[in-house]
């Protein structure tokens, strides 16, 4: 085994560890961008007879900035295929809005990512009517489903606000999101908040990145 690819294995091993530990967070993407970058760096400094510490560190510092900007799109790209899945599957009993925003890129990382701003997800929006959530129709699963899945494997924290008539309501909706949970989910990466519907005919499941709340 080569010394580049003896390096190589060993960091992809530790990739594993890492991420399970970034996922949940709002920096998860640049962890993961500064390993794969490292990856990178190591590998080649190794290849060319060069120390393996510096090409990671050197990788790692490029790696960075461009992961938490590909993670920014890759979520938005996420949610729209959500969106995409809710319109497709439940249009009769579900409307979905999605508000996006330009998010800036530091002058200094803006030559690593390639952009000067990267479209991000702002918020989604997701509107029942609250006469089938009294009812616990089982039409509305699919779409509170969909949530789930998108907020859990977003790399992300998550805040979800949801507006309807009544506490029983409220965990009755938070309750089927986290049915369309994938993989194992912190406590902490989606938080719920209730409100509660004084007025109109539907509740609504709001879904922000954490850092926007």
Same mark, same amino acid.
């Given at each position: ?35 794969? +970058? %490292?990856?990178? &760096? $190591?590998?080649?400094? =190794?290849?060319? !007879?060069?120390?393996? #510490?510096? +090409? %990671?560190?050197? &990788? $790692?510092a490029?790696? =960075?900035?461009t !992961?938490?900007?590909? #993670? ?9 295929? =959500? ?39 702002d ?37 979800i ?10 965990n ?27 007025r ?14």
């Amino acid at each position: 085994m080569s010394r580049a690819l003896a390096v190589s294995t060993l960091l992809l091993a530790c990739t594993g560890l890492l991420l399970s530990g970034c996922q949940n967070s709002p920096i998860g993407s640049t962890a993961v961008g500064g390993v794969l +970058g %490292c990856i990178g &760096g $190591a590998a080649i400094a =190794a290849g060319t !007879g060069g120390n393996p #510490g510096t +090409g %990671c560190a050197i &990788g $790692a510092a490029l790696g =960075a900035p461009t !992961g938490y900007y590909v #993670g920014r799109q890759k979520d938005l790209e996420n949610a729209r295929q =959500a969106k995409a899945a809710i319109e497709r599957q439940s249009s009769d009993v579900a409307v979905v809005q999605l508000t996006t925003r330009q998010e800036e890129v530091p002058a200094d990382k803006r030559n690593d990512v390639g952009a000067a701003s990267v479209e991000s997800m702002d918020s989604m929006q997701v509107n029942v009517p609250q006469a089938l959530v009294k009812k616990r129709d089982n039409r509305l699963k699919q779409p509170l489903s969909q949530v789930g899945n998108y907020v859990s494997s977003a790399s992300s924290k998550a805040n979800i606000v949801v507006t309807t008539r009544s506490k029983s309501d409220f965990n009755y909706i938070v309750a089927n999101i986290k049915k369309g949970y994938t993989g194992k989910v912190a406590p902490d990466k989606v938080t719920y908040e209730y409100r509660e519907l004084t007025r109109g005919t539907q509740s609504a499941i709001q879904v922000m990145p954490s850092a926007q709340v």
